[in-house]
């Protein structure tokens, strides 16, 4: 089974606005990362955050780590019309050695 | 630096067939995962060789295989297509160990494949 689970699966907001997303996770992890997917490309990159980071910063995005919750947070502040992406947490689960995604949050940004 | 690469971007092959697809890392990466995306499933993690070896494995039938070459170039198979492998199947490309503390990974553009 996937090990990161996001929320909501869809958004749809309005260009300035801010957008969040939730992940959360089942076991121990390494680390947290974020990628963004535009329609049928591959995986950019977005952030990774360590198991004892509890928030980062990045241009416009932050993300938060809540290891006792087992979830994350990856707001995009004063979000534009190409932020519309899908957009995927993924967890490298301690002794694993594996990267496992979410099924990812679709964010719409309206003009 | 050259990204990671991918061939072919697309291909069409019929049930019962076979398929090769090729992933060339980030030069200096040692290693390279597999993943497959469909829209049902998601982003489903296949395998992931490092130096050559392979490190890790996904749920998947042993019709998926792959290897690695000493230039860190990647290769998977598929033997005997069936309808629900039609996907896109992408690459990703890491300095060391992908599931390290520090292990980003950089995807290709993919190779979408289409089983008839």
């Known amino acids: 089974s996937q090990q990161g689970e996001e929320d909501p699966q869809a958004l749809s907001i309005q260009e300035g606005e801010n957008a969040t997303m939730n992940c959360s996770y089942k076991t121990s992890i390494n680390n947290l990362q974020w990628y963004r997917q535009n329609s049928g490309r591959g995986l950019v990159h977005l952030i990774l955050?360590?198991?004892?980071?509890r928030e980062k910063h990045s241009g416009r995005l932050r993300v938060t780590l809540d290891t006792s919750k087992k979830s994350s947070s990856l707001l995009i502040t004063a979000s534009r019309a190409a932020d519309t992406a899908s957009y995927f947490c993924a967890t490298a689960h301690t002794g694993g050695f594996k990267t496992i995604f979410g099924a990812g949050t679709r964010l719409f940004v309206k003009a | 630096k050259a990204g990671v690469t991918q061939t072919p971007r697309y291909l069409i092959k019929t049930r019962g067939q076979q398929v090769t697809l090729s992933c060339s890392p980030i030069s200096g990466h040692r290693s390279v995962s597999w993943y497959q995306q469909t829209p049902g499933q998601g982003l489903q993690f296949l395998f992931e060789?490092?130096?050559?070896?392979?490190?890790n494995k996904g749920n998947f039938p042993g019709r998926f295989s792959g290897r690695q070459f000493s230039n860190s170039r990647s290769e998977m198979n598929v033997s005997t297509l069936e309808l629900g492998d039609s996907a896109l199947y992408l690459c990703?490309?890491?300095?060391?160990?992908?599931?390290?503390?520090?292990?980003?990974?950089?995807f290709g553009e993919g190779s979408r494949l289409t089983v008839l």
């Open positions: 955050i360590r198991s004892n980071e």
């Open positions: 060789y490092f130096s050559e070896t392979q490190r």
């Open positions: 990703a490309s890491s300095p060391g160990l992908a599931g390290a503390a520090t292990g980003e990974l950089f």
